[in-house]
């Protein structure tokens, strides 16, 4: 090569440092999911409230508690790419660069699991604004119903961020270097 390659010289905790900032980049993908659930819900809440304008404030009550629920992927997106950045243990552990640097990719890939969920959940909230609505009386079971459907479908973030802390934290690869 003319200019020679830049990675045979480069440091370990550099490479890996590297792979971090890529990691903590594809980390934040994941808000994708909670930006189009959350404007489902205000979508299906301007429905909603148009349908019913006397209902306007337990429909926007329940949009609003409903994005937020939306919006735990996003937050558990930022949390591994904060660890990335500012607190990754991978820097200073022994092991295979390789390894570390594609393991701090793979913890950011993984978030973006955060995707579904994001939307699932907003769409859950759109629905649950367009049903009080039309059924102000039921808003109570509405929002359990709707909360409970929202939990259900935060597990796979949850999942995401599991692998993504064992990659940081108890990384099973370095063992098999």
Do not use: W
Not at 9 to 30: C, H, N, V
Not at 73 to 101: E, K, R, W
Not at 107 to 124: D, F, K, N, R
Request: proline share 4%; charged share 10%.
């Amino acid at each position: 090569m003319l200019f020679g390659n830049p990675f045979i010289t480069m440091q370990g905790d550099t490479f890996i440092i590297m792979g971090s900032a890529i990691g903590a980049g594809l980390t934040m993908i994941a808000g994708i999911g909670p930006g189009i659930g959350q404007g489902m819900a205000a979508g299906k809440a301007a429905e909603a409230v148009g349908r019913s304008p006397r209902n306007n404030r337990h429909i926007t009550m329940v949009m609003l508690l409903g994005q937020a629920v939306a919006q735990t992927s996003g937050i558990l997106a930022l949390v591994i790419a904060l660890i990335l950045m500012y607190g990754n243990p991978m820097v200073t552990m022994d092991g295979s660069i390789y390894v570390l640097t594609a393991s701090a990719i793979g913890a950011g890939i993984s978030m973006i699991t955060g995707i579904g969920p994001g939307i699932g959940q907003g769409y859950a909230a759109g629905k649950g604004a367009e049903a009080v609505g039309k059924r102000p009386k039921h808003k109570a079971l509405i929002i359990r119903t709707m909360l409970l459907g929202q939990a259900v479908a935060q597990t796979t973030g949850i999942y995401a961020l599991i692998i993504s802390l064992v990659l940081m934290f108890a990384n099973p690869l370095l063992a098999l270097v």
